[in-house]
């Protein structure tokens, strides 16, 4: 087993560490305390190639793989976990499954300009009565001649209020229960379309979150995103690879955590040595390594068996189960370390903190994960 990355692996990870670095990271907190999207932050991004990062050249994606994705993703979300998760919403949920499913024609027109990170995407899946159980969505589709006639309401949308596309879920055909729900590109200026953001959030509170609220919109017959009764499978697929970059983002957070409480227990002084060199502490440092190395190994895990055509359902399951339980309790014991100067935002790991706590609910819980993964065994 080899366990090196290429040299082109290595390349963007250097490129994004250092992007991050100068660019993301000395504005997280103002993202943070205002609420401001990033949205300067993103058409940098856009020209840097990462929004179509796993996307082939052929249409204007930079052509890398999913490990290289991941390592992007834990790379942005180190420096601020609220443009992480617009960055991974973006690209995962926004622009792959056109990618995935998408016609030719449709990936002309739409694929393109996302990958080219000009004009962002998203993905309407949640609503208020269809969580965890996506497979109860209540957004409907009905054919009009050449149009789909689209009602519904979904809520915790990421980056819809500055996306140009939304994919949206909606049931086409009642009484067959999830082959009955289809997935529709619609253009976010479409009459009768809403992306309402007054949302007041814990934690990632520079990453757009809205609802949004359909009435009668219509869009074009060709709008369609591939098979009509299998849009209950393809976002499954869809969530299977969004898995892996929220386990990415995951590790990322935590990385940053632990890094900062390393530095703030070698420099804090007590009873005449700094804390560092106290063996409780050195412990809690020790179980924070060791749990995030092993998180970024079950994410280039599943990343690479999604590269090679390989079953990577459980595995990305496990990654972001593993990841984003391992992200909370690094987070927790880096305030820890900090004892109550990691209660006060003037230092990052309070934020890291509240960030890390969606990544054991978004893209399914880590109740789900566990169903998931246990179905997988063939319980």
């Not at 082109?8 to 250092?18: A, F, G, H, L, P």
């Not at 970059?245 to 900062?260: R, W, Y």
């Not at 909370?328 to 004892?339: E, K």
Request: net charge negative.
């Amino acid at each position: 087993m080899n366990f090196d990355l290429t040299k082109e692996q290595k390349m963007i990870r250097s490129m994004v560490r250092d992007f991050a670095e100068a660019e993301i990271a000395p504005k997280a907190e103002h993202v943070d305390r205002t609420g401001e999207f990033p949205i300067e932050t993103f058409r940098k991004m856009g020209e840097l190639g990462l929004l179509g990062l796993p996307i082939p050249e052929e249409y204007d994606g930079a052509g890398g793989d999913t490990i290289s994705y991941a390592l992007a993703v834990e790379e942005v979300g180190r420096a601020c976990g609220s443009t992480g998760l617009s960055y991974a919403a973006a690209v995962s949920l926004g622009l792959c499954p056109i990618y995935y499913f998408g016609n030719e024609e449709q990936k002309q027109k739409y694929l393109r300009p996302l990958a080219r990170g000009e004009v962002l995407g998203a993905f309407g899946l949640t609503e208020p009565n269809a969580g965890s159980d996506a497979g109860g969505t209540q957004t409907t589709a009905r054919l009009d001649g050449d149009e789909w006639v689209i009602n519904g309401t979904k809520c915790f949308i990421t980056n819809a209020s500055y996306a140009k596309t939304v994919i949206v879920t909606a049931v086409t055909e009642k009484g067959i229960g999830s082959r009955g729900i289809s997935a529709f590109i619609v253009e976010t200026d479409t009459p009768g379309f809403k992306a309402i953001a007054n949302y007041e959030k814990l934690g990632l509170r520079g990453s757009n979150t809205a609802e949004l609220v359909l009435e009668d919109v219509r869009v074009p017959r060709e709008n369609l995103l591939g098979d009509p009764q299998a849009g209950f499978k393809q976002f499954l697929y869809t969530l299977d690879g969004g898995r892996i970059s929220i386990g990415a983002l995951s590790v990322g957070i935590a990385q940053a955590a632990f890094e900062a409480a390393l530095q703030y227990a070698k420099e804090r002084v007590q009873f005449g040595q700094s804390i560092s060199k106290f063996q409780a502490i050195q412990f809690k440092l020790a179980d924070m390594a060791m749990h995030i190395e092993l998180a970024r190994n079950q994410v280039l895990k599943a990343a690479w068996l999604k590269d090679n055509h390989r079953p990577f359902t459980k595995e990305a399951a496990m990654a972001k189960l593993f990841a984003s339980e391992i992200c909370m309790r690094v987070c927790d014991q880096a305030i820890q370390i900090h004892g109550g100067y990691g209660y006060m935002k003037d230092y990052p790991v309070e934020r890291y903190f509240r960030d890390a706590k969606l990544m054991e609910i978004g893209e399914g819980t880590s109740e789900i994960q566990r169903i998931v993964i246990a179905r997988q065994l063939g319980c």
